[in-house]
């Protein structure tokens, strides 16, 4: 049987060990929209070697409801995320993709995925959190935005050849 809906939860982290509360923000509000028809995919590499991966922390830390977790350990930005998300939304055949990540990155990381499932049909819903960030957070997504439109450019075919890899 199908999933009926990819929920892909993007990490975070600042290197240090042990899940940040911000990722753990995140994957809250992943748990709370996770349906048990759904699939989820947890994002985000590894900060330092011989370490756990931001994935594999959430993993440990996930409470919702699933059919199925999957990890993408992997991703090492914004752009990874979305290009990871959307491989395995296709890869799936989900209708739907629900992005969970916190309310200052949100509307980068939902033009970065529109922009990967762009001529694909699904639809792609955004679940942000609460949570506003910090001056510097602020700051850093004011920065990223200069390479969005490359990014975007870039990002749906590398999705859809990785989907046709896999």
Not at 57 to 68: F, N
């Amino acid at each position: 049987m199908k999933e009926a809906r990819l929920v892909a939860v993007l990490g975070y982290s600042d290197g240090s060990r042990g899940l940040h509360p911000v990722c753990a923000e995140r994957l809250e509000r992943a748990a709370g929209v996770a349906a048990p028809g759904d699939a989820v995919l947890l994002s985000g590499r590894a900060r330092r070697p011989s370490t756990e991966s931001e994935a594999e922390l959430m993993a440990r830390a996930w409470r919702g409801a699933a059919r199925r977790v999957l990890l993408d350990r992997d991703a090492r930005s914004t752009y990874g995320n979305a290009r990871g998300a959307a491989a395995t939304a296709l890869e799936l055949g989900v209708q739907d993709v629900v992005l969970v990540t916190s309310g200052w990155h949100a509307r980068r990381a939902y033009t970065l995925l529109r922009a990967a499932l762009r001529g694909t049909g699904l639809e792609v819903q955004l679940a942000p959190t609460g949570e506003r960030g910090t001056l510097r957070s602020r700051l850093r997504e004011l920065a990223c935005w200069p390479i969005v439109p490359l990014q975007a450019a870039l990002v749906g075919s590398r999705a859809r050849g990785q989907a046709r890899r896999a």
